[in-house]
C-alpha cells in the first residue's frame, strides 16, 4: 500500500516540478516534499544569522491541528496569529488523521532530527510566546497550493523567519512516519534559510534512494533537487549542520552509553581473545572501535558488537572501546587484561616492539611509535605527543608501580602520571629542559623549570 501510494506521489510530483519550473524558476512543487515559496519580504520579520538578535525563540511547535483542524488567513508570518504569508486565501486544514501512537513517533523522530541543536520540540502550543510552527495536517488543496506537494515554507535565503508557519500535508504523505518527519524537517529548517541539497541523507534532499530516516548531515554538499545546481546563496555548496550550529548553537549531546561485558578487567586472557561489548544511543550507534594498547585494531557498524582480537604479543593490555553515535557524539569503556605474562624487556616482545609497563607497545622504530617526533597526539599510536624544548615526541604511559620504559627512555613524572621520555634518568641528570601540552604538562614544565634552576 505504501509502495503504490509513493509511486503515485512521484509521478504526479513529476508533472509538476515540470509544470512549476516553467513557471517560475525559484518556486517549485515536488512529491510528497518540501517546496518553498520566496517569503515576501514585507510580510515577514527576518534575523540574519550572527545578528546581535539572530532569532526571536528556539522552539518548533508541531501542531496537528487536533480537534477542529487549523484556520489559517493571508497576512504578516505570524504562528501567534495563525496568519501566513505564502497563502493568497483563507484556508482551513483538517485534523492530523493518524494514531496517537503515530503522532508520538513523529513528534520524536524530529525531536532526534534536530537534536544537536539548541532547537526545542514541543506539541504544545507556545502562544502568545514567540516560536515557529510546524503544521502537520491535511492536504496541500485546502491552503490553495497544488495537488502533489507534501509541505510548503516561506523561504529566505540564509535568513531566518521569525514565528513562520510552514506546513507538511501529513494526511496526502499518508502519516508515514518517516516521511512526514522528513518533510517537517525540511518546512522548518526552510524557514531558517536552508536551500534543498543533493545529499540523499540530510532532510534538505529530494533524493528517495536511500533510508527515508534523514539527519543534517555535516557535510559540504551541492544544493539542488535532482540535479546539483548554484544555491540560492551562500556559494556553491551547503552545509546544513553547520548553518544550524552556528545559527542556533549546540543541543546537549547525548553520546551513547558503553561497556565491556566480556572480558572482566584484570582478567587473564588467551591469544585471540573475544571482546564483547554493549553499546546503546537515543538515537543510534553508528559504530563501535576496539583498541587495545591504543592501536585501532577492529570496527563494528552494528550489533552484535563482538570483535575478534587479532593476534598480538603477549603482556599486559589496554582495550578500550568507543561508540559513536550518528552525530559522532561518542564514549569510551576500557578494561586491562593480561594474555601469558607481562612482558619485563623488550625481547619478550615483536619485532619493532618495546616493552612499556609489562605492555609491548609499537618502538621508536614505527611510524606512531613510543619516541617518534610528533605535534600533535593524532600523529601517535598512543594518542599523546609530549612537548620539551629540544623536542616533541610520542610517549606511552609508565610507572605507578607498572613498571618502567625500555632502553634510551626514562620514566618522567609529569605532575598527574608518568611518561616514558626519551634520554631523561630519573637519578637528575635529566636532558629535559620542559615539558609542555596541556594544563597538566605545563605544570611539570613549571616544576622542571624550578628543578633546573634550583641546582
Ligand atoms: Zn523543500
Keep these: 500500500m505504501?509502495?503504490?501510494?509513493?509511486?503515485?506521489?512521484?509521478?504526479?510530483?513529476?508533472t509538476l516540478v515540470a509544470a512549476a519550473l516553467a513557471w517560475a524558476p525559484a518556486a517549485h512543487a515536488e512529491p510528497a516534499r518540501g517546496s518553498y515559496l520566496p517569503a515576501d519580504l514585507s510580510r515577514v520579520?527576518?534575523?540574519?544569522?550572527?545578528?546581535?538578535?539572530?532569532?526571536?525563540?528556539?522552539?518548533i511547535y508541531l501542531n496537528g491541528c487536533f480537534g477542529s483542524g487549523c484556520d489559517i488567513t493571508p497576512?504578516?508570518?505570524?504562528s501567534i496569529d495563525n496568519t501566513s504569508s505564502i497563502i493568497t486565501s483563507t484556508g482551513h486544514l483538517d485534523a492530523f488523521t493518524g494514531s496517537d501512537e503515530e503522532w508520538q513517533a513523529i513528534v520524536d523522530c524530529v525531536r532526534d532530527t534536530y537534536a544537536p541543536f539548541d532547537i526545542i520540540i514541543t506539541d504544545e502550543d507556545p502562544s502568545p510566546a514567540d516560536h515557529f510552527e510546524a503544521i502537520v495536517a491535511g492536504s496541500p488543496e485546502q491552503i490553495g497550493m497544488p495537488m502533489g506537494v507534501g509541505g510548503v515554507a516561506p523561504y529566505v535565503c540564509g535568513e531566518t523567519i521569525n514565528n513562520a508557519i510552514t506546513y507538511t500535508f501529513s494526511t496526502f504523505i499518508g502519516n508515514d512516519i518517516a516521511q512526514t518527519c522528513w518533510t517537517i524537517a525540511q518546512e522548518s529548517a526552510h524557514a531558517f534559510g536552508l536551500d534543498h541539497e543533493l545529499l540523499c541523507s540530510d532532510p534538505m534532499t529530494y533524493l528517495n534512494s536511500c533510508d527515508p530516516l534523514k539527519r543534517f548531515q555535516n557535510q559540504d554538499a551541492?544544493?539542488?533537487?535532482?540535479?546539483?545546481?548554484?544555491?540560492?546563496?551562500?556559494?556553491p555548496k551547503q552545509n546544513s549542520y553547520a548553518y544550524l550550529l552556528e545559527h542556533f548553537g549546540a543541543g546537549i549531546p547525548t553520546p551513547p552509553s558503553?561497556?565491556?561485558?566480556?572480558?572482566?578487567?584484570?582478567?587473564?586472557?588467551?591469544?585471540?581473545?573475544?571482546?564483547?561489548?554493549?553499546?546503546?544511543?537515543?538515537?543510534?550507534?553508528?559504530?563501535?572501535?576496539?583498541?587495545?594498547n591504543h592501536q585501532l585494531v577492529g570496527t563494528a557498524e552494528s550489533?552484535?558488537?563482538?570483535?575478534?582480537?587479532?593476534?598480538?604479543?603477549?603482556?599486559?593490555m589496554?582495550?578500550?572501546v568507543t561508540a559513536f553515535d550518528n552525530y559522532d557524539y561518542s564514549a569510551s569503556a576500557s578494561i586491562e587484561v593480561v594474555q601469558g605474562e607481562p612482558c619485563r624487556k623488550s625481547s619478550n616482545c615483536a619485532s619493532l616492539e618495546v616493552c612499556v609497563a609489562g605492555r609491548c607497545v609499537p618502538g621508536p622504530e614505527v611510524e606512531g611509535g613510543l619516541g617518534q617526533s610528533c605535534t600533535d597526539g593524532l600523529q601517535c599510536i598512543s594518542g599523546d605527543c609530549g612537548h620539551s624544548s629540544e623536542g616533541s615526541y610520542c610517549t606511552e604511559t609508565c610507572g605507578q608501580g607498572l613498571g618502567g620504559c625500555p632502553s634510551g627512555f626514562g620514566c618522567l613524572d609529569t605532575g598527574d602520571r608518568s611518561v616514558c621520555w626519551p634520554g631523561y634518568k630519573q637519578?637528575?641528570?635529566?636532558?629535559?629542559?620542559?615539558?609542555?601540552?596541556?594544563a597538566n604538562w605545563l605544570l611539570a614544565l613549571l616544576m622542571l623549570a624550578l628543578a633546573r634552576r634550583r641546582r
Excluded at 505504501?2 to 513529476?14: F, N, S, T, V
Excluded at 584484570?266 to 576496539?290: K, M
Excluded at 550489533?303 to 599486559?316: K, M, Q, T, Y
Excluded at 641528570?429 to 596541556?438: I, K, L, M, T
Design 222 to 235: 551541492p544544493c539542488g533537487e535532482y540535479q546539483a545546481r548554484a544555491c540560492q546563496c551562500n556559494g
Design 2 to 14: 505504501a509502495m503504490k501510494l509513493h509511486w503515485r506521489l512521484q509521478l504526479l510530483g513529476a
Design 75 to 78: 497576512g504578516d508570518d505570524s
Design 303 to 316: 550489533e552484535p558488537f563482538i570483535f575478534n582480537v587479532p593476534e598480538l604479543s603477549d603482556g599486559r
Design 427 to 438: 637519578d637528575g641528570g635529566c636532558s629535559v629542559a620542559s615539558v609542555a601540552s596541556s
Design 45 to 59: 520579520h527576518l534575523r540574519s544569522p550572527g545578528s546581535a538578535e539572530s532569532h526571536s525563540s528556539n522552539i
Design 318 to 320: 589496554q582495550v578500550e
Design 258 to 292: 558503553v561497556a565491556i561485558t566480556s572480558p572482566a578487567d584484570g582478567a587473564q586472557v588467551e591469544l585471540g581473545f573475544i571482546v564483547r561489548v554493549d553499546a546503546v544511543d537515543d538515537l543510534r550507534v553508528d559504530r563501535v572501535e576496539l583498541r587495545v
